[in-house]
């Protein structure tokens, strides 16, 4: 059973729209993350939560807005999409800053 | 600068064959993962190595600190071993679990 699920596993959306990706984790970890992956770039960091507090945040744009409602939920809400945010979002999760596991992805498209 | 570098880029092998994938960093770290991607997108973790040689099964990372660098070995390579491989940095002084990935290796195992 995967441990950390991501939902939905594709989503398609219209520019200027807004979209939330979800994420659960049941490993027990205190710190979650999410990281993009674009076509032909590497796996880029974008936020780092730790006891559902923000510890870090790579992204420039104020329409990456990441919820945490409980320890193991870190939700990414995606304002006024755009075409360039076309991407694989990846949760992860990890204890102690150690190994990090990641969920399957969120394949986003944005016509 | 790139400051996480992985070669080769691609490669192919033949079952039995073993395979040697590196990954320069010129950075100081506090840790370097090892991760495969499967070709559907999702990642796994193989290694959490800041230093030293660790072992499982058909592989093995070694990281030299000094010389900045890590290595993945395959060994006895299988036609599942085929995606690709990914390695990650955390930077010195990050301390909230923000990596940073390189391009990757693709490795494609024919039968």
């Known amino acids: 059973d995967p441990k950390i699920i991501q939902k939905p596993k594709y989503l398609v959306a219209v520019t200027g729209s807004e979209k939330i990706l979800i994420c659960e984790q049941y490993?027990?970890?205190?710190?979650m993350y999410w990281y993009r992956q674009s076509a032909k770039k590497p796996l880029e960091f974008m936020f780092s939560?730790?006891?559902?507090?923000?510890?870090d945040n790579q992204t420039a744009s104020s329409r990456f807005q990441p919820q945490s409602s409980k320890k193991n939920h870190l939700d990414l809400q995606i304002t006024a999409l755009k075409p360039d945010d076309s991407a694989t979002y990846f949760c992860?999760?990890?204890?102690?800053?150690?190994?990090?596991?990641f969920g399957s992805g969120t394949r986003l498209t944005v016509l | 600068g790139q400051q996480v570098q992985q070669s080769p880029a691609s490669l192919v092998l033949q079952e039995g064959e073993n395979a040697e994938l590196q990954c320069n960093f010129s950075?100081?770290?506090?840790?370097m993962q090892w991760f495969y991607q499967r070709p559907g997108g999702s990642l796994v973790s193989l290694f959490y190595?800041?230093?030293g040689t660790k072992h499982s099964g058909r592989l093995t990372s070694t990281t030299v600190i000094k010389e900045r660098r890590s290595s993945l070995h395959i060994s006895s390579s299988q036609t599942t071993d085929s995606g690709t491989y990914l390695c990650?940095?955390?930077?010195?002084?990050?301390?909230?679990?923000?990596?940073?990935f390189g391009h990757g290796t693709i490795l494609r195992v024919h039968p």
């Open positions: 190595n800041p230093s």
């Open positions: 992860a999760s990890s204890q102690g800053g150690r190994t990090l596991y």
């Open positions: 490993l027990g970890h205190n710190a």
């Open positions: 950075t100081s770290l506090n840790s």
């Open positions: 939560y730790s006891y559902q507090k923000l510890m």
């Open positions: 990650a940095l955390e930077q010195t002084g990050a301390n909230t679990g923000k990596l940073t």
